[in-house]
């Protein structure tokens, strides 16, 4: 993935700094898929010298990109682009439902109904919604 | 090795009671390259001269790699790579013998980096020193200075009489010399452009001081001009935290800041009822502005 350093044009003598010309143009690399999820980026000594720019700018413009969360760093490889967001755990997932369980099971104990039959009620809500035994991603986590 | 390879503090010197340095303070750490700008006079020459204790201050003190410059040690001088602005060379002796004859000076001399310098810049081995133009003995001193490759190379002027091609050189050059983050570049320069490649820092000598140190990124991004629009007039004095430059025209107002955040865009927009828009600004604008004459 050497060639990517083609890709990048720099002008020193903009106003804008040139490690933000770099994260600028990885965004638009990534978002036209000139470069693909996964694939390598030249490594920091290798943009540096192709751009003829000082190696701590293209390391600044990796890192900020790798907290922004567009690179990801394979150790021993190099930065890579991360795949894009992937669904929160289902532990995180469950974490977020829980404000809206907690006075569910309040109102079905003040009602006197018994832990099967709040059960029971749940499921028969979810029976009306067809498709939602064919939703995605029940494994992660 | 030394975390901060020059510790300049109050340092001052006058020429015939002419006050050229008046209390400059610069920390520099290892591993920066910097830009040293300044006006023509400011004082950059005596003060790359003061620190290489070539020139005495009247006052203040001036540490390189640990070391006062009143009084380096040989280590230290073996780890100093220095090109100053008029070159004075062997004349009588041939490229190729002055090149051999300033090696064994240092035992960490690089011969096959100089063979690859000597190339890349076409310096005539065979040709007698005074024979050279000024751009060649400017560009056999430099390849002399990074020959053992230096913990800290200090350049008066090094690119005014270079052509553009031979400039884009030298800039790889000191990238190259740069790359292990382990040493340290000083460099003076009324050329802003050929800094922006390379520079980590930029030195701004003003008034016989540094008027501004700071990283070019950090600079570039704090230093902005802003364009705005009112619905009224603007008062003839802009009160702005950090102001360098204002222009006023009745609903339109010019002014340049030093440190622009969101919430002092919020404010003027507040303030004055105005329109706000950030324009970025290169570094010679900068310079120009941070020597009030925007």
């Given at each position: 993935?050497?060639d990517?350093?083609?890709?990048?044009?720099?002008?020193?003598?903009?106003?804008?700094?040139?490690?933000?010309?770099?994260?600028?143009?990885?965004?638009?690399?990534?978002?036209?898929?000139?470069?693909?999820?996964?694939?390598?980026?030249?490594?920091?000594?290798?943009?540096?010298?192709?751009?003829?720019?000082?190696?701590?700018?293209?390391s600044?413009?990796?890192?900020?990109?790798?907290?922004?969360?567009?690179?990801?760093?394979?150790?021993?490889?190099?930065?890579?682009?991360?795949?894009?967001?992937?669904?929160?755990?289902?532990?995180e997932?469950?974490?977020?439902?829980?404000?809206?369980?907690?006075?569910?099971?309040?109102?079905?104990?003040?009602?006197?109904?018994?832990?099967?039959?709040?059960?029971?009620?749940?499921?028969?809500?979810?029976?009306?919604?067809q498709?939602?035994?064919?939703?995605?991603?029940?494994?992660?986590? | 090795?030394?975390?901060?390879?020059?510790?300049i503090?109050?340092?001052?010197?006058?020429?015939?009671?002419?006050?050229?340095?008046?209390?400059?303070?610069?920390?520099?750490?290892?591993?920066?390259?910097?830009?040293?700008?300044?006006?023509?006079?400011?004082?950059?020459?005596?003060?790359?001269?003061?620190?290489l204790?070539?020139?005495?201050?009247?006052?203040?003190?001036?540490?390189?790699?640990?070391?006062?410059?009143?009084?380096?040690?040989?280590e230290?001088?073996?780890?100093?790579?220095?090109?100053?602005?008029?070159?004075?060379?062997?004349?009588?002796?041939?490229?190729?013998?002055?090149?051999?004859?300033?090696?064994?000076?240092?035992?960490?001399?690089?011969?096959?980096?100089?063979?690859?310098?000597?190339?890349?810049?076409?310096?005539?081995?065979?040709?007698?020193?005074?024979?050279l133009?000024?751009?060649?003995?400017?560009?056999?001193?430099?390849?002399?200075?990074?020959?053992?490759?230096?913990?800290?190379?200090?350049?008066?002027?090094?690119?005014?009489?270079?052509?553009?091609?031979?400039?884009?050189?030298?800039l790889?050059?000191?990238?190259?010399?740069?790359?292990?983050?382990?040493?340290?570049?000083?460099f003076?320069?009324?050329?802003?452009?050929?800094?922006?490649?390379?520079?980590?820092?930029v030195?701004?000598?003003?008034?016989?001081?540094?008027?501004?140190?700071?990283?070019?990124?950090?600079?570039?991004?704090?230093?902005?001009?802003?364009?705005?629009?009112?619905?009224?007039?603007?008062?003839?004095?802009?009160?702005?935290?950090?102001?360098?430059?204002?222009?006023?025209?009745?609903?339109?107002?010019?002014?340049?800041?030093?440190?622009?955040?969101?919430?002092?865009?919020?404010?003027?927009?507040?303030?004055?009822?105005?329109?706000?828009?950030?324009?970025?600004?290169?570094?010679?604008?900068?310079?120009?502005?941070?020597?009030?004459?925007?």
């Amino acid at each position: 993935m050497t060639d990517a350093s083609l890709e990048f044009e720099i002008q020193p003598n903009s106003g804008v700094p040139i490690y933000r010309q770099i994260m600028d143009q990885v965004r638009a690399l990534i978002a036209s898929r000139r470069l693909p999820q996964g694939a390598l980026l030249p490594s920091i000594r290798q943009l540096a010298t192709d751009l003829e720019v000082n190696m701590m700018t293209v390391s600044k413009a990796y890192a900020r990109l790798e907290a922004d969360g567009a690179l990801e760093r394979v150790r021993g490889t190099g930065m890579r682009v991360r795949p894009p967001e992937t669904l929160p755990t289902v532990a995180e997932r469950q974490e977020e439902l829980a404000p809206l369980i907690e006075p569910l099971v309040t109102r079905a104990m003040q009602l006197g109904l018994t832990e099967p039959q709040l059960i029971a009620s749940v499921r028969s809500h979810l029976k009306e919604r067809q498709s939602w035994n064919k939703s995605p991603s029940t494994s992660r986590g | 090795m030394e975390q901060i390879a020059i510790d300049i503090a109050g340092l001052t010197k006058s020429y015939d009671r002419k006050p050229v340095l008046q209390g400059v303070d610069l920390r520099v750490p290892r591993g920066a390259v910097v830009g040293l700008m300044g006006m023509n006079g400011s004082g950059k020459s005596t003060l790359i001269k003061c620190l290489l204790g070539l020139v005495r201050p009247d006052g203040g003190s001036a540490r390189l790699l640990g070391d006062d410059s009143r009084n380096l040690s040989p280590e230290v001088k073996r780890r100093l790579g220095y090109v100053p602005q008029v070159v004075h060379q062997l004349d009588w002796m041939k490229v190729r013998h002055l090149i051999q004859y300033t090696s064994t000076f240092y035992p960490d001399w690089d011969e096959r980096w100089v063979s690859e310098l000597v190339e890349r810049w076409r310096v005539p081995l065979s040709d007698r020193v005074q024979a050279l133009s000024t751009g060649q003995l400017q560009t056999l001193a430099i390849v002399l200075a990074l020959g053992h490759r230096p913990d800290l190379m200090v350049l008066d002027e090094p690119v005014a009489s270079l052509d553009p091609v031979a400039r884009r050189d030298f800039l790889r050059s000191i990238l190259e010399l740069a790359r292990d983050g382990n040493r340290t570049v000083l460099f003076s320069t009324h050329i802003s452009s050929d800094l922006e490649r390379v520079a980590t820092h930029v030195a701004i000598l003003h008034a016989g001081r540094i008027a501004s140190f700071s990283e070019l990124d950090e600079l570039k991004d704090r230093v902005k001009r802003l364009r705005m629009r009112a619905i009224d007039d603007f008062p003839r004095e802009l009160d702005i935290p950090g102001l360098l430059t204002a222009k006023v025209d009745g609903r339109s107002a010019l002014a340049t800041v030093s440190t622009v955040t969101p919430e002092l865009l919020d404010e003027l927009a507040e303030r004055y009822q105005a329109e706000v828009r950030v324009e970025d600004l290169n570094l010679e604008e900068i310079f120009v502005e941070l020597n009030g004459h925007g």
